[in-house]
Each structure stands twice: as C-alpha cells, then as structure tokens.
C-alpha cells in the first residue's frame, strides 16, 4: 500500500494527514519538536487556560467548523462572550471605540463617520470620499497601503484600518500584497465601486434576509484551541505520527522520495510539506533549487504573546471592552491587547481577570525577542499608562514565535504561480500551510485539505472518500 509523509505536525501538517486517512490511504507524520500544533498551543497554568498562538477562528471560512464537525467535536464550539464590551483604538494616547458597524475595515454607516473622534475633518471628507472616487481598472498587484491611501485617504488607513489589519499579518502594509492578503477587498472595489458602497450593501444583505447564525464571527472551542490538535492526533491515529523527528535531507527515489532524520532513511511514494517556508526552502534545495529560492523569498516576521491574570477586583473598572488595537504612530512596544477573560468563558477561576498583549510587527520585531526581565516591565508600564493597570500580576506567561508569520508580499500570487509550475515537474510532492494560500486557521486547513487530495487523487485516482474500504471512524 502507498504510503505518504507529511512533514511537520501544525494545523496543516495534521489536517492533510487526516484527509488521506479518511481516502484510506497510509501515512506517516514526522514532526521536528516535541508537541503537536506547531502554533497551535493551549497551555493551563495557575487554574488558567492560555492559548500561547491563535486563540480562536473565523466561523465566516467553512474549513474551520468543518473539520471541529468532522471531529466530532461541534458540541465543543464557543462563541465570543456576549457582553464583551467591544473594541478599541489608541488614538494620541487614549482608548477610542471602535465606529459602528465597521464592516470592510470601514464604517458602513456615514454617520458613524462623522462622528468618530479618530478622524480630523479633513480625514472624514477624504475617507467619504471612497463614495465616489472611481474604481481602479488595473489588474495589477499593488501594496495594501496603496490600495487603502487610495480608497479612503492617509488618515483613515493610519489610524483606522493599519491597525485592524496589521494584527493578522503583523506586516508593513507598503510591503504586503493586496491581491494575496485581502483579495475581498479589491473584489469589493470591483463590484461596488468602492469600500464603503460595498459595505453598506453587506450590511444591508446581513440585516435583510440572511438566516441568523449559529456563532460569532470568532468561535473557539472550550478546551481552547489545542482540542483540535488533539482530535486530529487520535483520528489519524497517534502511533503514525513520530515527535522529535526533524527531517534534515529529502531526495527523490525510483518511487517517490527518501527523507533522511536522525534516526535514518525513509522512503515514501509522496510528501506534502507542512513546515514554515525557511524550513521547506532548505529540504527542497537538493531536489529543486530553483523551488526552493522560491520559497525561501517568503519572508517571516517574529512576535510574541504575552498573558497576564490579575486578580478582578484589583484592574475592575480598568477592562475597556474586549481590547484595543495600537497605531504604529502611536510608538508603543503593544501592538494589541485582548481581556481574554472577556472574551472567551472558562478561561480563567473565578475573580480572575485574564489580559493578553501582543507585540513584534514588521519593522519593529526585537521586543518579540526581549529576555522576560526586560519584556515584562515594558508592559506593565504600558498597560499602566494606557489602562492605569498598577496591580502586580499574579501569572505572566510569554511566549515567543521567533519568525512565525509569513509575509505576503507584492507579486506572492506570481511567486506561488512560478512554484506550481515547478511542482509539476514533481510528481507526488506538494507544499502545504500558512506560507502560500492564507494564514488563517480555516486557511491553512483548506490548503492541506486542497493537497492532501491531489496526492490522494494522484495516488488513487478513482478511490473516493465514500469509496475507501479503510475509511477511519473516530471513537472519541
Ligand atoms: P505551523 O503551525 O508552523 O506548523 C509547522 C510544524 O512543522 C511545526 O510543528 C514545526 O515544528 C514543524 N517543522 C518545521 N520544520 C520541520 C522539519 N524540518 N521536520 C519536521 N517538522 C518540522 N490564525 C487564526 O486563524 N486565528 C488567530 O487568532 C491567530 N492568531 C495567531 C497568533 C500568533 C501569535 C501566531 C504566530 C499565529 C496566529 N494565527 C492565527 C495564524 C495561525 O496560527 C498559523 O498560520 C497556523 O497555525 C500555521 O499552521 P501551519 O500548520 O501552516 O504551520
């Protein structure tokens, strides 16, 4: 029987592997470190329940609550905390809420944008200016910042949208690709003739007929986002997927692919590799260099996460909200913080309050890397300035992602186009996770879905899933 190596145990390493368990077809996982979900990790300390990377998923992108059903794990589903008491922006030092309705990174409503304190008069007329302001006819690539100056003005991207943006890629939006980051929004421009027309068209469609839905647009689950990892791990089965084995070397074979670790060789009739770009650069570069100087041109930027529980009664009257996001012409080393206690149930003991600030962006990554002595002070003093938090904390846990997010940059739609032509000289071998196709959690497993089934295809052209004598069924 055909046996297929995934390479690197994240949410996309593992998503592929159990796709082509479900088409009956053999696989073995070879994970460099010593726990499963790459980003992917819930820690519990202290009575707490941290989510040390991603802490929840767009319920709005299918792939996500799919694969939670598919698990079995639905009855797991939480939506955001109802009276979480929305979001905030930094703006000249000082918490600003959200305008209603933001939809499209812009207010749908023009009332809501004459009246936000976070544009001047000047901001506001050029921001609705976006009303009437000519759809571009290029096709061309451009940066997000160029997209957005042009649709709604300086103003409302420095202080509005850079900020809401910015916390998903933690990019420098001169440099990232509007095409490959927020395609919707050029769609938008396409279809509507600008961003706000298309947000009031949404938002009159969402009030209109569309059935009420089942979650908020963020959902996690309530053992945090590790309950995915662990029921990917018993649904493929956990003796197929080998811990602490980083793959140093990959070359092809008569039949398919020798991979060399530590403890040896192993021969494989396909791969899918779903490890971080660097990582896929460096194996590729014996098989195919020119792949491989393809993908190792994605860059990476680092940041950390930093969770700190008060006791409730000590910061009461001090939670604005959900949390804020930071301008970078604000000068903090915070780029956001979230009341995670006020946003998720269940994440912390009772009369605890539970804060978690980000930090590390494009062009300002060394706080991400800060030795905790130094990291924690800096926080306490911000969190002290911006929210008059003096209270000692009672747990602090960091975690650092050295290099963790991937950039896409202008031209990354042309760069995966230039890969896939080199892929198809080499048959059975895929890429797969948040390096190409998006970086979120439903992305990555559409990706790893999407390859796992070309090789599946490959290897099995007319076996479906339905068709699979060996289709797996999950006990838990
Ligand atoms: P990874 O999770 O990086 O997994 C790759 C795996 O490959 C790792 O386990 C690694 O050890 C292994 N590996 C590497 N090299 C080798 C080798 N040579 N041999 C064997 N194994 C190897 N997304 C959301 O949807 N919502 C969020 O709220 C959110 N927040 C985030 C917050 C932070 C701080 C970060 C860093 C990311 C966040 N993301 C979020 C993005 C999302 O978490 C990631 O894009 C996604 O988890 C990446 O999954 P992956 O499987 O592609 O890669």
């Known amino acids: 029987m055909a046996t297929v190596g995934v390479i690197g145990a994240g949410i996309a390493g593992l998503s592929a592997a159990w796709t082509l368990r479900k088409r009956g077809i053999d696989v073995r996982v070879l994970e460099a470190s010593d726990r499963l979900g790459g980003k992917i990790r819930t820690e519990h300390a202290d009575g707490l329940l941290i989510d040390a990377g991603p802490d929840s998923f767009l319920s709005s992108k299918p792939p996500g609550l799919a694969l939670v059903s598919d698990l079995g794990l639905t009855d797991q589903v939480i939506s955001t905390l109802p009276d979480g ?9 000082k918490l600003e809420a959200l305008p209603e309705g933001m939809t499209l990174l812009v207010p749908a ?10 544009l001047s008069p000047i901001g506001k007329v050029r921001l609705l200016g976006d009303y009437v302001i000519p759809r571009s006819r290029n096709d061309e690539d451009e ?6 100056r042009r649709r709604v003005g300086r103003e409302a991207f420095e202080h509005l949208a850079e900020p809401l943006l910015s916390g998903i890629f933690a990019g420098d939006a001169d440099q990232l690709s509007i095409l490959a980051t927020y395609p919707r929004l050029r769609a938008t421009e396409r279809e509507h003739g600008g961003l706000i027309r298309g947000a009031m068209a949404m938002r009159k469609q969402m009030t209109g007929t569309a059935p009420t839905r089942p979650y908020t647009p963020f959902v996690s689950l309530q053992g945090g986002l590790g309950q ?47 490890i971080p770009a660097p990582a896929a650069a460096t194996l590729l570069a014996e098989i195919d260099p020119e792949l491989s100087s393809l993908t190792g041109t994605i860059p990476y ?20 909200g959900r949390g804020f996001v930071i301008p970078r012409r604000e000068g903090r080393t915070l780029t956001a913080v979230t009341w995670t206690s006020n946003k998720f149930g269940g994440r912390v003991p009772e009369g605890q309050a539970l804060l978690r600030g980000f930090v590390g962006r494009a062009g300002d990554e060394a706080p991400a890397l800060l030795p905790d002595d130094e990291l924690i002070p800096i ?19 960091i975690f650092r992602w050295p290099k963790a997010m991937p950039q896409y940059t202008v031209g990354h739609l042309d ?17 797969a996770g948040a390096a190409y196709r998006g970086v979120g959690i439903p992305d990555c497993i559409a990706d790893a879905t999407a390859q796992a089934t070309t090789i599946a295809d490959w290897l099995a052209p007319n076996a479906t899933e339905a068709q699979s004598a060996e289709r797996p069924t999950i006990s838990a």
């Open 85 to 93: 008491g929305g979001t905030f922006i930094l703006h000249n030092g």
């Open 109 to 118: 409503d023009p009332r809501a944008i004459m009246s936000t304190p976070l």
């Open 143 to 148: 940066s997000v910042s160029s997209f957005m």
């Open 228 to 274: 995915i990892i662990d029921g990917l791990a018993d649904a493929i089965g956990r003796e197929r997927i080998a811990m602490q084995t980083p793959v140093c070397a990959i070359r092809t074979a008569h039949r398919g692919y020798v991979v060399t670790t530590d403890a040896g060789e192993e021969q494989f009739d396909a791969l899918i590799l779903a």
């Open 301 to 320: 930027i680092s940041s950390a996460t930093i969770s700190l529980a008060f006791n409730a009664a000590e910061v009461a009257g001090q939670q604005r």
């Open 379 to 397: 926080i306490r003093r911000e969190l002290a300035d911006i929210l008059g938090i003096t209270a000692s904390p009672t747990t602090v846990r």
């Open 415 to 431: 760069r995966l186009r230039s890969m896939e032509h080199r892929l198809a000289t080499l048959p059975g071998l895929r890429l």
